[in-house]
């Protein structure tokens, strides 16, 4: 499975911004997907989940301003960003998981997209 992030660059406080995330490979519509970003200085952090059934959850610093979604036919993740704060200048990971049968599960991280909120 092959990952790629598309939608970054810069946008002023307020504004809004949508990453898009193309995978490769087959499998995406039993892929658990999902959104990370890790600003400047800072750890990896979830941001907003979808499970291969459309259970959407996002993290508490972006709830009510970024909104996950996922097209099956498309192959495509998507994380509509509104709102968008200084705090959310980061580069934004597309992930994926794939979990089999056993338990067991495998991870696919996309090469990332700059996002910078800046007045």
């Known amino acids: 499975v092959q990952l790629v992030e598309s939608g970054g660059g810069l946008v002023q406080p307020g504004g809004s911004l949508g990453l898009s995330c193309v995978a490769s490979?087959?499998?995406?519509?039993?892929?658990?997907m999902a959104w990370y970003r890790q600003g400047p200085g800072k750890q990896r952090e979830l941001v907003a989940s979808?499970?291969?059934?459309?259970?959407?959850d996002t993290a508490d610093p972006v709830k009510g301003r970024f909104t996950v979604s996922r097209d099956n036919a498309k192959n495509t993740v998507y994380l509509q960003m509104n709102s968008l704060e200084l705090e959310d200048t980061a580069v934004y990971y597309c992930?994926?998981?794939?979990?089999?049968?056993?338990?067991?599960?495998?991870?696919?991280w996309g090469q990332g997209t700059q996002v910078t909120v800046h007045s």
């Open positions: 979808i499970t291969h059934g459309g259970i959407t």
């Open positions: 490979g087959g499998l995406f519509q039993i892929l658990n």
């Open positions: 992930h994926a998981k794939l979990i089999f049968a056993g338990g067991s599960s495998t991870e696919y």
